[in-house]
């Protein structure tokens, strides 16, 4: 196979050029492996040091018909020599495999950017799929930009064929490989942590290892020997924080961060799901950590997926939920039990577009309102939500630890944005991490069910088991401190004071929200959940051109953190970009009568930078 | 005042009400305040009955089912405290308020899922679910299902009065064709669930069926459901004597009861009728009604009960049974042994940490391709 991977050495001369960013968007069929070799060129940028932050963008089908505009998978990575906090605006390079995803891609390009096409994809009956009138490839339509015209199917196929017993078929379905080993050249990168992978992954299938790693090879030196590409890039390691770092998806994210939560609190962890993109990976990645005692429970449905997290909570462990809006809209009832019985259980919603069953695979921030207001009666939750991927870890075991404390129910919102995308992850010391205490009741002789913490408002926590305090609990309403069965309309109006109450005094327990930038001036930029490193970047940007632009961005919105009344009144403007109509804008209007403008933006795609830019310039 | 209206309220001053009421806990008496219950062997039906005022219409078949789980109760081997009933919605899903365990009344239909939930996080607990027909097999229905096939020990009662009583008299799953209700002035035009077939075919481990006012049998019925590790089903005709008063009569009356009732044993041949003169025998692939003595018809050639049979075919036959064609079957139609879902759930995790080690939160954050940054 050396024969094969290392071809004559050419002698051509090539240049060095460094760059600080680079943004590519892999794209190509659904089936062409976009993902994976996206994942495998951030992999790879992780480990060599630079700051990385992805976008994969999928569609809701699995194999929708081969070269058809629906079907294009794309993934975008940012890396860089400084730190960032976005996957990138604009792509620098896009990696086209067929004529669709030229199509549905192209106009993101920057202007001059790099585009390598695989010319093999561009076959008349795909240029029809795409309806493409022409071929771009030689009609100068894309004369804007540099184009590397790559027959990278054939360049794959001659590369293996002879050299594997594998078929046809299974040979071209390596090009993705050859196409990555183009771009570690481009870039130069190392291939060590692609070819471990491939070991480790095709450590039973060896023969279609041989073949990826034979592509990958190939595609580099191909790279390195031929006159395509006279100037590769380096990409210097990031001046970011020292520490150890690893790279991590937000689900990844999210899943450890409920295991530590179980480590921390000493008490197991019980998920009940029903599989949902783009929830599913939690599932996934809950139901490989077996040692630590974590139960997952793949329930009928949505409502027993809650329900059996409910009971697990009753009986003592962490009941943990988890799934999409659509999931949250059935679970609903259930959590509504878990605000009267007053049972500590936290929902994770891995928000996407809706409504119903919208954009399964898209990212959207829309429920919001759900996790806040989407129950019948006055029946208040705890809600946080997570900035970031690596964000996701900390605010899992903050919900936890919220749960407990107040016995209640928390919502824990993430998106599909932040439970795909990933970044480096600065691993935490344990001991750094917060303690979550548990109490339980035990004394028969002082034992009221619903009598409470004078602080929090708690009621205690009494586990099936406990010899003496046998008793009864229910989604009827209770009676104060008895928890007997109670309809006293002086009774019920004192419960739904006191639920409310319990919810509102966890604000002495979260800290305020912190300004980035001046603690006041013209403009204010907030934000919660995934918008964090759009907002971020473009304030950072404003405030290094001279700007009066702050930022603070809530990862706790009900009850919101102490200070933020007084944070908004300190600006002239508060903008809030939101994927969704201004949810967030309307709760703090409501709360706060501050005059705050929404900035919307609902299409399954994350803010850019720019975009946030130019809203916040119209009020300097 | 903010606090109501807007959902996010006093930031943590409280008001004087709450403060008051807060306060005052301490001075609250102890009349509910639990007392530690005597070790099994010395616990009684007393100990098993709860201090709360028992809220079902008189008369009603629940009384007699709650009468018979307490008595029970103490012969079960099991503590108090491990014993957890859990309910939903519905006039039979008050009962765990009666009784002096742990309790969950629940939401319709969910209570098989809650108590999935509780006895996978604690194996060691007792837990019985209590459900009626609308609860268990119209808007639980799902539940029902998969709470079964998974074959949790959980013991799971259907007080099945063929009626709607909490909302005052629609027709149910289990309402018979054409039915007039409240809902159905002209009729129902919904053809019946049979609970026993839908768990049969659900892969129930163990499943029979009693009657409220057969306090003997469904008391026999209640402790080898007890007895039985593994899901446990038992239908229990309950009459409603408010909504569907008599609804069983035809059968279960006690004058007609010999008659029109099979008791099913383990090993015997199926005979019933006032003299033991009526049997049920095999023509072909289908049962039918021989009288014993009658054309050299002897008990040797009537079926033989067999509840350990791992097809579950004959017992579905039998609960297909139905009056007036043939006597209304109750007793054990199977109890067959396959794990339990948590005892494999546990074993999963005692395989994993024989395997690599119990889990390390520092080997955990720390998996995978790490990098330093100086």
Redesign the interface.
């Known amino acids: 196979m050396s024969t094969v991977i290392e071809p004559p050495v050419t002698g051509v001369e090539k240049n060095v050029e460094e760059v600080e960013t680079v943004t590519i968007r892999f794209a190509g069929d659904s089936g062409d492996g976009m993902q994976l070799t996206g994942t495998q060129f951030t992999n790879t940028s992780a480990v060599v040091g630079n700051d990385i932050s992805t976008l994969p963008d999928f569609p809701a089908e699995i194999r929708a018909p081969a070269g058809s505009l629906p079907g294009v998978s794309g993934f975008q990575l940012n890396f860089s020599s400084q730190d960032i906090k976005t996957p990138g605006d604009q792509p620098n390079v896009l990696v086209a495999m067929n004529p669709a995803a030229l199509k549905v891609n192209l106009p993101d390009l920057e202007e001059g950017g790099t585009l390598i096409v695989n010319t093999d994809g561009f076959t008349p009956e795909n240029l029809r799929y795409a309806n493409y009138a022409s071929n771009p490839l030689e009609d100068n339509s894309l004369a804007g930009y540099r184009v590397h015209k790559l027959p990278i199917s054939t360049l794959n196929m001659n590369a293996l064929k002879g050299n594997v017993e594998l078929s046809r078929k299974e040979i071209d379905r390596c090009k993705n490989f050859f196409a990555l080993g183009v771009l570690y050249w481009l870039y130069d990168r190392p291939m060590e942590t692609t070819l471990n992978w491939i070991h480790h992954k095709f450590a039973k299938n060896p023969e279609i290892g041989k073949a990826n790693e034979i592509a990958l090879k190939t595609g580099y030196n191909f790279a390195d020997t031929t006159e395509v590409f006279t100037t590769h890039y380096t990409v210097k390691k990031a001046k970011i924080a020292p520490g150890k770092y690893r790279k991590l998806t937000g689900n990844e994210a999210t899943a450890i961060g409920f295991i530590a939560a179980s480590q921390l609190s000493g008490r197991p962890l019980f998920y009940g799901s029903y599989p949902i993109t783009p929830a599913s990976d939690i599932l996934h990645e809950l139901s490989r950590h077996k040692s630590f005692g974590v139960k997952t429970f793949q329930a009928e449905d949505e409502i027993a997926a809650v329900c059996a997290a409910i009971g697990a909570s009753f009986a003592g462990q962490i009941g943990l939920t988890g799934t999409s809006g659509p999931g949250v809209a059935l679970k609903q009832e259930a959590i509504g039990l878990a605000v009267m019985t007053e049972l500590p259980l936290v929902i994770v919603n891995v928000q996407r577009g809706g409504p119903s069953t919208g954009l399964p695979t898209k990212t959207e921030q829309a429920d919001l309102f759900q996790a806040v207001w989407g129950r019948n009666g006055e029946c208040p939750a705890i809600v946080v939500a997570p900035s970031t991927p690596a964000d996701c870890f900390h605010m899992a075991i903050e919900a936890v630890r919220l749960a407990f404390k107040y016995m209640c129910p928390v919502f824990y919102l993430s998106d599909g944005y932040l439970a795909n995308g990933a970044e480096p992850w600065s691993i935490p010391a344990i001991d750094d991490l917060p303690k979550i205490e548990v109490k339980f009741a035990t004394d028969p002789a002082t034992f009221m069910p619903y009598a409470r913490d004078p602080e929090t408002l708690a009621r205690p926590y009494a586990l099936p088991g406990t010899p003496g305090l046998e008793h009864r609990i229910g989604g009827i309403e209770k009676q104060h401190i008895t928890g007997n069965v109670n309809y006293d309309p002086e009774n019920h109006h004192l419960m739904v004071k006191l639920r409310q109450e319990k919810i509102d005094r966890a604000v002495n327990d979260i800290p305020p929200v912190e300004v980035m930038g001046e603690n006041s001036g013209k403009v204010l930029v907030l934000g919660w959940g995934s918008t964090y490193g759009s907002i971020t970047s473009a304030v950072e940007k404003m405030r290094r051109e001279g700007k009066s632009v702050s930022s603070a961005h809530l990862r706790h919105l009900n009850p919101f953190p102490k200070n933020l009344g007084d944070v908004l009144r300190s600006f002239e403007t508060v903008i809030v970009p939101e994927m969704n109509l201004g949810q967030l804008c309307t709760m703090i209007r409501a709360k706060y009568l501050v005059d705050a403008v929404p900035f919307s933006k609902v299409k399954g795609r994350p803010f850019q930078i720019r975009e946030i830019v130019r809203k916040v310039e119209e009020y300097l | 005042m903010?606090?109501?209206s807007?959902?996010?309220?006093?930031?943590?001053n409280?008001?004087k009400?709450?403060v008051e009421?807060?306060?005052a806990?301490s001075e609250?008496g102890?009349?509910?305040?639990?007392?530690?219950?005597p070790p099994p062997g010395q616990l009684k039906k007393a100990d098993f009955v709860?201090d709360?005022e028992v809220r079902w219409c008189p008369g009603c078949g629940d009384y007699a089912i709650l009468n018979n789980v307490q008595k029970v109760m103490p012969d079960l081997g099991i503590?108090?405290?491990?014993m957890?009933f859990?309910s939903g919605?519905g006039c039979s899903s008050r009962f765990?308020?009666y009784?002096?365990?742990?309790?969950?009344?629940?939401?319709h239909g969910?209570a098989?899922?809650?108590?999935?939930?509780?006895?996978?996080?604690?194996p060691?607990?007792s837990v019985w679910v209590i459900t009626g027909d609308g609860d268990a097999l119209s808007i639980g229905g799902?539940?029902f299902?998969?709470a079964i096939r998974r074959n949790l020990d959980l013991n799971y009662i259907l007080f099945n009065n063929r009626i709607y009583g909490l909302t005052k008299g629609q027709y149910s799953p289990t309402s018979e064709f054409g039915k007039k209700t409240k809902s159905t002035p002209a009729g129902t035009i919904d053809y019946p669930v049979n609970p026993l077939s839908l768990a049969i075919a659900s892969e129930s481990t163990f499943v029979a069926r009693s009657i409220d006012i057969d306090v003997k049998h469904l008391g026999q019925m209640v402790e080898a459901a007890a007895k039985h590790k593994g899901i446990s089903f038992i239908e229990v005709y309950q009459n409603c004597n408010i909504f569907n008063d008599g609804a069983f009569d035809s059968f279960a009356e006690r004058t007609v009861r010999p008659d029109r009732v099979l008791y099913l044993e383990h090993g015997k041949p199926m005979v019933f009728g006032k003299n033991r003169d009526k049997g049920i025998r095999m023509n072909g692939a289908l049962p039918e009604i021989v009288t014993i003595g009658e054309n050299g018809i002897t008990e040797n050639d009537l079926l033989v009960h067999d509840i350990y049979l791992k097809d579950p075919s004959v017992a579905f036959m039998l609960a297909r049974m139905e009056q007036p064609e043939f006597p209304q079957p109750v007793g054990i139609f199977r109890a067959v042994e396959r794990p339990t879902y948590e005892e494999m759930?546990e074993d999963?995790?005692e395989?994993?940490?024989a395997?690599?080690?119990?889990?390390s939160?520092?080997r955990?954050?720390?998996?995978?391709?790490?990098?330093?940054?100086?």
């Open positions: 903010s606090t109501q807007n959902g996010h309220g006093s930031n943590g409280g008001n009400q709450i009421a807060v306060s806990d609250v102890s009349a509910v305040s639990g007392r530690v219950a709860s709360q503590s108090r405290e491990k957890v859990v919605i765990p308020y009784m002096n365990t742990y309790g969950f009344h629940s939401i969910r098989p899922a809650i108590a999935t939930g509780i006895k996978c996080a604690n060691e607990l799902n539940h299902i998969h759930m999963q995790i395989a994993a940490i395997k690599s080690g119990p889990g939160l520092e955990l954050i720390n998996a995978g391709e790490t990098w330093v940054v100086e």
